[in-house]
């Protein structure tokens, strides 16, 4: 559903972030994108969100070459994948509630069809009574669950995940796998960008390891 | 159930100081608006009494009976089309009249002086001064008409001189408003670069977000804009009852001779609305503006 054919990109005239990146991801795949820091994984999370374009390449979106997405395809597009912000990205004068209902109510629909679906959601991810709180007064755990209900609720096809674990403790950060493990079980394919290597062992999926600008598949 | 809350942040500091400015501009622009009214409407007040009243002067002359050519003067006068009425001054009232020049107590009979005849106008576009005056004086020698012609064209010119420079004053102070109003709604769209991020990456069209941020400023600027006509108004009604027509205090009545009734019309009432409104309209379209430039940098 995504594939990059030698995509290259750099910031401004700085150098080659990333060189000749090549692979694809497959529907109801699960894999770990990793590397050091600063390798640019959250670079490449950009580039499959179509938040920034490549210096050259290919890249292919749900069948449709990128290049030829025009504005107004993008929101489109953005909806039928769900993105996990290393920094969150809540919006704090709204409830955690509205936070995670953002992608529905964008689409102009009423609160009382998605009320039951958000509430539920909420209760998945183990917010169902902190709903009505504000970002500014939830924990970094808190933050990040909210984070990820606000990319499920729209049923993505893609969850696009940056370091959802570097700002929880262990148990947490498993419970939190434990939840993408059960969403990828429900048909939806999982990007999840991390550099702890302890987690990525504890389960056996394809990585894809950015060193020095290339990228190599682990399969 | 709560309400929901709205998506651009309210009370932001941005967002607060962009309101003030708004009620300040409008109320600045509003009270122009009523100035400018004001001296229109007291120049056509002016204008209007002086059409409506001529004088007769009749000069004592040896030989003649000056009452008696000014009775005379009078009756012409009183019988010509588009007259009201003339009156003799008696001597008491042509006293008073003199009397801040020449001091109480003085004897008139003693003096040479003229003779005063008031003709009210009924219909000031109806009568024909100039023909008056001719005939006043073929029948009469020593009366003469004073049309006050050249007052008329003096105020007139004075007062076109001045609602043209209130009307400069208005555009100046609207130009002032639009540049304000755009820079203090750039500055506050600036603190949202983050929620349009956000509605972006949630999948939320450009027009979505253009509206949202539309309606936002839209209700800013009328709560900005209403407020500073509210003060106008109040001021202008205060205005109206502190120098009315019903206070007799010495200020009121030069004010009033100078204004006339201090009421600002209608005219200065529904232009504060209309300012408001118009103000609150472009806070709007600039956001609108400010949001589709924002959009189009980013992608
Ligand atoms: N907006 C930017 N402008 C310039 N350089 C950037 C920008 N974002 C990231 N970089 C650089 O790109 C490289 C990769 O960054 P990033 O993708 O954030 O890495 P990672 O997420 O793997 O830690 C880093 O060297 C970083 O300094
Ligand atoms: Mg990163």
Same mark, same amino acid.
């Given at each position: 559903?995504?594939?990059?054919? @030698?995509?290259?990109?750099?910031y ?12 694809? !991801? ?21 580039? !499959? ?10 890249? @292919? ?29 809540? *919006? ?13 109510r964008?689409l @102009? ?7 039951t ?14 709903m009505?709180?504000?970002? &500014? ?9 909210a ?16 370091? &959802?674990t570097?700002?929880?403790? &262990? ?11 059960? *969403?990828?079980r ?12 302890n987690?990525? @062992? ?8 950015i ?9 | ?15 607060n ?21 004001? %001296? ?22 040896? $030989? ?8 005379? #003067?009078?009756?012409? #006068? ?8 003339? /009156? ?14 020449? $001091? ?14 008031v %003709? ?5 576009d109806?009568?024909?001064l100039?023909e ?6 073929? /029948? ?30 208005? #555009? =100046? ?10 820079f ?11 929620? %349009?991020?956000? =509605? +972006?990456?949630?999948?939320?069209e ?9 309606? +936002? ?13 509210? #003060? ?11 120098l009315?027509?019903?206070v007799?205090?010495?200020?009121? /009545? ?18 504060a ?19 589709y ?7």
């Amino acid at each position: 559903m995504i594939r990059f054919e @030698n995509v290259g990109l750099r910031y401004g005239v700085g150098p080659e972030i990333l060189r000749d990146l090549s692979f694809d !991801i497959r529907p109801r795949s699960f894999q770990f994108l990793t590397g050091p820091s600063g390798a640019g994984k959250t670079t490449l999370m950009r580039l !499959i969100f179509m938040a920034m374009r490549p210096t050259r390449g290919l890249i @292919n979106v749900f069948g449709r070459d990128a290049t030829s997405l025009t504005k107004s395809d993008l929101p489109a597009v953005r909806r039928r994948i769900g993105v996990v912000f290393q920094d969150f990205r809540l *919006l704090d004068h709204l409830t955690t509630f509205e936070n995670v209902a953002l992608p529905l109510r964008v689409l @102009n629909k009423e609160e009382s069809s998605y009320r039951t679906d958000v509430v539920e959601l909420l209760r998945w991810v183990g917010l169902g009574d902190r709903m009505h709180a504000f970002p &500014p007064v939830l924990s970094g755990g808190e933050k990040q669950r909210a984070a990820i209900a606000r990319a499920l609720i729209g049923k993505p096809e893609i969850l696009l995940a940056d370091e &959802p674990t570097g700002n929880v403790d &262990p148990p947490l950060a498993r419970r939190l796998m434990r939840l993408f493990v059960e *969403l990828n079980r429900l048909g939806t394919s999982v990007v999840i960008a991390t550099h702890d290597i302890n987690l990525m @062992n504890q389960f056996n999926a394809r990585r894809l390891v950015i060193e020095e600008g290339r990228l190599t598949v682990y399969e | 159930m709560r309400k929901p809350s709205q998506l651009i942040p309210e009370n932001t500091m941005a967002g607060n100081a962009l309101t003030i400015v708004v009620a300040i501009m409008c109320f600045l622009a509003c009270l122009t608006l009523g100035s400018v009214t004001l %001296v229109r409407d007291a120049s056509r007040e002016w204008q209007g009494d002086i059409l409506r009243e001529v004088t007769i002067q009749v000069r004592p002359s040896d $030989g003649r009976d000056s009452a008696a050519d000014a009775a005379k #003067a009078a009756s012409i #006068a009183r019988l010509f089309p588009g007259v009201a009425s003339a /009156e003799v001054l008696s001597d008491q009232e042509s006293n008073a009249l003199l009397e801040p020049w020449l $001091g109480t107590g003085l004897d008139l009979s003693d003096l040479p002086v003229p003779r005063l005849i008031v %003709v009210r106008v009924s219909d000031p576009d109806r009568v024909d001064l100039a023909e008056l005056g001719l005939k006043i004086k073929a /029948e009469v020698p020593t009366a003469t008409l004073d049309d006050h012609r050249a007052w008329t064209s003096r105020i007139q010119t004075m007062a076109s001189a001045t609602v043209l420079v209130g009307l400069s004053i208005l #555009a =100046l102070v609207f130009v002032a408003t639009i540049l304000s109003v755009v820079f203090a709604t750039r500055g506050a769209m600036a603190g949202n670069k983050d929620v %349009v991020s956000v =509605l +972006h990456f949630v999948g939320a069209e450009d027009g979505y977000i253009a509206r949202e941020f539309q309606r +936002h400023f839209l209700m800013l600027g009328l709560r900005g804009g209403l407020a500073g006509a509210a #003060a106008a108004a109040v001021l202008f009604l205060l205005m109206g009852l502190i120098l009315g027509p019903s206070v007799s205090s010495g200020t009121g /009545e030069q004010m009033s001779a100078l204004f006339g009734r201090f009421s600002v019309g209608p005219i200065g009432y529904f232009g504060a609305l209309g300012i408001a409104f118009l103000i609150a309209v472009m806070t709007a379209v600039t956001s609108r503006i400010a949001v589709y430039r924002y959009l189009a940098e980013t992608d």
